[in-house]
């Protein structure tokens, strides 16, 4: 009687813990960008500039890059479902709170605190897959937290829009909260306690190895590329609210949340560009992401709403492809203490997407959206160069290893 029932037990709970992973990925990513589609609203509500509502996105990009090597080194020590779980919980307190912001200042700390929790999600979960799904099943559970990573970034942003236009701005920071306790309680529940955690070394070993890390040129030249895809991804989907809030377009929060719809796109981008880059190469790869990039840079210019969506998936999707590439190559160019390795990359990754954010305000309020077109495409361009220096002609990766790659944004 008990033979058959004890793999069904198994696999419900394989199942659970595959829940578990892309839940905590969904809630992560609820809450970093959410602000995004609001930008015109905060700006007409509190009388700013939108240089200064844009701090509500870059306050948390910056939030998460401060804290990430801080939140590395306590989950060697203490272990991963430590950190994962109360990081989770930890988050529901400043989103709530963003909704009792009564200037655009306390909401720009409510969400600079955000940011300081979620590295404890997106920094260790990935470690924690690699020790506890090593094996045939590791590339089913990243895809799994991939997936969740993804939708939770167009979630926060559909779900922040349409309930400020239909009810409240701050209930909207309300739902996101409440969702992301339940998730919280989920994962807390159905994440496989660890087996295979095993202390890191010394701080000081550490430390070394990110000393060695810094005097590696190519490996400076992938956090570079790293820089830039979140520069110009941030700064790209905050200003174009504004862009799309003007005539002709007119677009109300809930239209700009819908607009999101595009990173979705991720979910396919990031496993096709792992096929094209296993087939042509590295460098080939990352022109065909400068390509990409620039020619939906380009249709976004347009008067017609269905071309400017069009360029905006295009866009999103060289940048994907430039993320996938940069950060697989960051564990090459690494060779040896990837984890630090990747500590650092998502260190400059993350001041990449806060740069973006203020950088970009200044071109907005200087030439609006054209200018920013143009500055986009430069950093484009130089995101490319990084990409040439960090690799060599023939240098090839494999497709497993991209479409197993984490979605950072």
């Known amino acids: 009687m008990h033979t058959p029932i004890q793999p069904a037990a198994s696999s419900s709970s394989n199942r659970l813990g595959l829940l578990a992973v892309m839940l905590a990925g969904t ?51 203490i272990g991963r479902k430590k950190v994962i779980v109360p990081a989770l919980f930890l988050l529901t307190i400043p989103t709530l709170l963003a909704g009792t912001a009564n200037g655009i200042a306390s909401l720009v700390f409510w969400r600079f605190l955000q940011g300081i929790f979620v590295p404890g999600i997106i920094a260790v979960m990935i470690a924690y897959i690699g020790e506890e799904f090593a094996g045939g099943s590791v590339g089913r559970v990243m895809a799994a937290y991939v997936t969740g990573t993804v939708f939770g970034g167009f979630l926060g942003r559909f779900i922040a829009g349409l309930v400020a236009t239909h009810w409240h701005w701050r209930a909207a920071f309300v739902v996101i909260a409440a969702i992301n306790f339940l998730g919280a309680l989920a994962v807390r529940q159905w994440l496989p306690k660890a087996k295979n955690f095993v202390r890191g ?91 990409f990039a620039v020619s939906g840079l380009a249709c ?26 940069a950060t697989v190559q960051t564990g090459i160019n690494a060779g040896r203490a990837r984890s ?17 954010a203020t950088v970009l305000g200044w071109i907005w309020l200087w030439r609006g959206w054209h200018a920013c077109v143009a500055a986009l495409a430069c950093s484009s361009l130089v995101t490319l160069g990084f990409a040439f220096l960090s690799s060599t002609p023939a240098e090839r990766i494999s497709a497993e290893t991209v479409s197993e790659t984490a979605n950072l944004s």
């Open 201 to 291: 070394e010394s701080a000081r070993s550490v430390l070394n190895d990110i000393r060695m890390h810094l005097h590696n040129p190519r490996l400076l030249a992938t956090f570079a590329m790293g820089f830039g895809v979140l520069f110009s991804l941030v700064g790209a989907f905050t200003y174009v609210n504004f862009y799309l809030a003007e005539p002709p377009f007119s677009l109300t929060s809930a239209g700009l949340g819908a607009i999101f719809c595009v990173y979705l796109l991720g979910l396919v981008v990031t496993p096709l560009s792992g096929r094209f880059l296993d087939r042509s190469g590295f460098r080939p790869t990352a022109v065909l992401a400068l390509l």
């Open 27 to 77: 809630c992560t990513f609820l809450n970093v960008y959410c602000t995004q589609p609001l930008l015109p609203f905060l700006r007409q509500l509190f009388h700013a500039s939108e240089l200064q509502v844009s701090l509500t996105v870059s306050a948390t990009t910056f939030g998460v890059a401060l804290a990430a090597p801080f939140v590395g080194l306590m989950a060697e020590r």
């Open 300 to 325: 976004t210019l347009s008067q017609h709403l269905s071309v400017v969506i069009v360029g905006l998936a295009l866009f999103s999707s060289g940048n994907f492809i430039f993320q996938a590439a």
């Open 340 to 356: 630090s390795a990747a500590g650092l990359y998502v260190t400059l990754y993350y001041i990449g997407g806060s740069m973006g």
